[in-house]
Nanobody, 121 residues
Framework: VQLQASGGGLVQAGDSLRLSCAVS????????MGWFRQAPGKGREFVAA??????DYGDSVKGRFTISRDNAKNTVYLQMNSLKPEDTAVYYC?????????????????WGQGTEVTVSI
């Protein structure tokens, strides 16, 4: 299974950005997809997760970020609105098979390479 994240970049506070994660090598519709992020000098933080029925978000992004998936395209998206400087991080997509504890890194088996998001003041 391979995950390819894309869409990162340099934006200003208040801007929007959409990240994409293309999945290959596995039946996409059967996996739970998640986004995590890691800011410089910090640990990896849960951002959002989605299965075929529901989605959830970390507290710091609720109301601003939206996760979605297109099973026909084997792709998961993270729409990020009202970006803040504290959203600056490397964003990783991940795939797993457990709908429980989806906010934990250990629930995911496959990881993408990360895409960098920088939000300037």
């Amino acid at each position: 299974v391979q995950l390819q994240a894309s869409g990162g970049g340099l934006v200003q506070a208040g801007d929007s950005l959409r990240l994409s994660c293309a999945v290959s090598g596995r039946t996409f519709s059967s996996v739970v997809m998640g986004w995590f992020r890691q800011a410089p000098g910090k640990g990896r933080e849960f951002v959002a997760a989605i299965n075929n029925f529901d989605s959830d978000y970390g507290d710091s992004v609720k109301g601003r970020f939206t996760i979605s998936r297109d099973n026909a395209k084997n792709t998961v998206y993270l729409q990020m609105n009202s970006l803040k400087p504290e959203d600056t991080a490397v964003y990783y997509c991940a795939a797993g098979y457990r709908s429980s504890n989806y906010y934990l890194e250990k629930s995911y088996v496959y990881w993408g390479q990360g895409t960098e998001v920088t939000v300037s003041i």
